[in-house]
Nanobody
Framework: QVQLVESGGGLMQAGGSLRLSCAAS????????MGWFRQAPGKEREFVAS?????????AYADSVKGRFTISRDNAKSALYLQMNSLKPEDTAVYYC???????????????????WGQGTQVTVSS
């Protein structure tokens, strides 16, 4: 099993920045690509960004965050990050860290492609 714990959420004004972190523990050798999802009240969980576990780390982003958010990982620390700049009120959501146990998925963007999930961290952006 892989355990994921997010941190770094909070309240921020529009235009500001936040950096989310996700610490992985347990059988991390069983996790490969990792990603961030978010869920706003009354809405379905949606893909934000993902990064693979090989080489330079191929990444993928939702159109809504492209150019504003940056995903990165530090395998030595078993950590995943999401740098969020130019925040907008519509970025308000609970943000979840996820990891897949499928080594053949490079930058998965569907929630059903992930096997491990964190408990989430709240991000609130005021206008």
């Amino acid at each position: 099993q892989v355990q994921l714990v997010e941190s770094g959420g909070g309240l921020m004004q529009a235009g500001g920045s936040l950096r989310l972190s996700c610490a992985a523990s347990g059988r991390t050798e069983n996790s490969y690509a990792m990603g961030w999802f978010r869920q706003a009240p009354g809405k379905e969980r949606e893909f934000v960004a993902s990064i693979n576990n090989y080489g330079a780390g191929r990444t993928a982003y939702a159109d809504s965050v492209k150019g504003r958010f940056t995903i990165s990982r530090d395998n030595a620390k078993s950590a995943l990050y999401l740098q969020m700049n130019s925040l907008k009120p519509e970025d308000t959501a609970v943000y979840y860290c996820a990891a897949t146990g499928d080594r053949y998925l490079f930058t998965p963007s569907r929630s059903d492609q992930y096997d491990y999930w964190g408990q989430g961290t709240q991000v609130t952006v005021s206008s």
